[in-house]
């Protein structure tokens, strides 16, 4: 059975823009920021720093742009044979048999945290989180990625007491190259990794640039950043 979720929950949840900070939202009295800054966070965090609280815009890049049409072809794709139907249809259908969704929102207002999953599965005894990667290597970054969508996906289904899988699979392919079960273990280290995020919002510390300059040399900051240390 594959279905598409709409997401009536999240709707109730009252928030507003931070008045000075891209992209995070309050919600419930506490910033909310997009889980995906987590893959940019392991790449460098001053990165994060420079777009979303210095607003400084750069070209994406070609990397990036790929991804989106990508992920935008894979929506399409989806969407051809997706049924439209509601997040508790959708939990209560998962009991008897396998549903599937694409862009599959989750929050978590306690945590801070709020994306939208590349690929869920939800099947009687246990649900998978996917998220889709260019190449095939798992990196800590993408890891926690998926980790913090655990997370969020946990909080929004506290009775739910399947057991949750996360993974990274290989864009447009059926390739998974990296799968774990989200234990206690991965979900304290992704506690700690989001309050740490929280600090930097806060203010209570700051953020550090990348030691390694083939970093550097790839980022699409590097001719406006103050901490480069690129090889020009
Ligand atoms: S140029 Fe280097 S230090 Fe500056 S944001 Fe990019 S990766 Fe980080």
Redesign the pocket.
Known sequence: MISKNIKPETQKIKSRWHPSIRQVQIIENKPNFPISWLNTQG??E??LY?ENFQHIQVEDTQQMTTGTDEHQILEDEFKKTATVMSYDEMQEISQKQKVVSREFFVISPSDGIRGFIDEIWIMPDSVVIIDDKPGDKAYDSMKNQVYAYALAYQQMNPDDKRDIYVALRTRLTDNIFWQTKFTSNEKYQIKRLINHMQQLITGKTFFK??SNSN??KA?R??QV?D????IK
């Open positions: 790449y460098c001053y990165s420079l640039p990348t970093k550097c980022c900051f590097n950043c901490n480069s240390i690129s």
